[in-house]
């Protein structure tokens, strides 16, 4: 008998056990309302969990209203956020998957256009619809670029506040039913802009060199472990690299992981990019599996998982970057909103189960039905 793919073997990580190694990554929506989710993130999501991922996260979500990148992104600072997540969760663990939300502050990227809008700085259109600006914060009062808001440099009494909200919305996860937190510090969004010497000019103890850079996000990580069960596992998603001259490198990457390990982090979400223009804005090549070199060498480099993410387009391509220990675990983007039976067809491509043995019974019973149809069809024209 052939041996369990990797892809569809169980991970344990601290006491949540995730039945595969495919994660459906987080992807924002720009549709809540007040920071709300609705129907729309519930089918979303919900598809998510029928489709046979193991752990399933939600789009980011702002610990408050002030860190939202627009109007249409999800929240987590009010208590009133929890049952609308609950109704969620509850379903995605019913279909035998693990819920876990990504807590993020788009600081100087806030108050922003939706993309289909025109992902840039709010305008007389936006403010026509009743969207109109909010106060935006950074580590530096730096602009993402020409045009965009300028920051207001946060206070040392506003790290400790916007810190404060953080462990605040980890609290309400676990309320909410969530398995998994991730620290949101990528794709040019707060943490990200404390790490970076391009968008970070502090002199005081949050900025300066690589060791004052990284102290936000660290004692971040800090504050959700004490926050966050012991028993649940803690993600981190980074930049691996701001791929622009004189910006964040994989080896402040590396060191950064080691120091993530240290203080309890289970996996680094390996991203990149970001810094300047949208969260998708990547100023290196992409082709597939892209990132996928950064998540090598932060998993040979420390004692942490890491988990691939961009461009990994089918199931033998994931397979293999587990094969070859690039990764733990393969994250999946919009391959997935393009397929969001993504996990379900790589188990039949990897050959891990039959046609139609784990989909949602409700689906197959009737395909497997349909399968046997049209065999009985083809052994007859043969006969």
């Known amino acids: 008998m052939a041996s369990r793919p990797l892809l569809f073997s169980p991970l344990i990580l601290r006491g949540v056990t995730l039945k595969n190694r495919v994660v459906i990554s987080p992807m924002c929506q720009y549709s ?70 990504q807590l993020a502050h788009a600081g100087r990227k806030a108050s922003m256009q939706r993309p289909w809008h025109g992902n840039g700085p709010i305008n007389d259109t936006d403010r026509a619809r009743g969207e109109g600006t909010w106060r935006v914060v950074a580590p530096s009062a730096i602009p993402m670029d020409t045009g965009w808001l300028v920051p207001q440099e946060l206070s040392l009494d506003d790290i400790r506040s916007v810190q404060a909200r953080w462990r605040d919305a980890a609290i309400r996860s676990l309320a909410a039913g969530f398995e998994v937190i991730e620290m949101h510090s990528a794709h040019g969004y707060l943490g990200h802009e404390f790490l970076s010497p391009l968008s970070n000019k502090r002199t005081d103890q949050y900025g300066g060199d690589l060791k004052g850079r990284m102290r936000y996000t660290l004692e ?122 993504w996990a379900l067809h790589a188990q039949v491509a990897l050959g891990a189960q039959g046609e139609y043995e784990d989909w949602p019974v409700q689906y197959g019973w009737w395909l497997d039905k349909r399968q046997h149809i049209l065999t009985d069809e083809a052994k007859q024209k043969i006969a």
Not at 242 to 260: C, F, N, P, Q, R
């Open 220 to 341: 971040l990580a800090e504050i959700l472990r004490a926050a966050w069960p012991q028993d649940k596992p803690l993600f981190v998603r980074i930049s691996s690299v701001d791929g622009i001259e004189g910006g964040w490198t994989l080896d402040d990457s590396v060191t950064l992981a080691k120091e993530l390990a240290a203080r309890g982090a289970d996996v680094i979400d390996c991203s990149s990019g970001g810094l300047l223009g949208s969260a998708t804005a990547a100023r290196i090549k992409r082709s597939p599996g892209f990132q996928v070199p950064f998540a090598e060498r932060l998993k040979k480099e420390t004692a942490i998982k890491t988990m691939a993410v961009g461009l990994i387009l089918d199931g033998p391509q994931a397979e293999q970057i587990l094969k070859d220990g690039q990764a733990d675990l393969i994250a999946i983007g919009r391959q997935s909103l393009y397929n969001p039976n």
């Open 32 to 101: 809540a309302r007040d920071g709300m989710p609705d129907d729309w993130h519930f089918v979303h999501l919900g598809k998510m969990a029928t489709g046979g991922a193991g752990l399933i996260f939600t789009e980011a979500a702002a610990v408050e209203p002030e860190g939202r990148i627009t109007y249409g992104d999800l929240g987590i600072w009010s208590d009133a956020h929890v049952a609308p997540y609950k109704r969620i969760t509850d379903f995605i663990k019913a279909n035998g998957a693990v819920p876990a939300i």
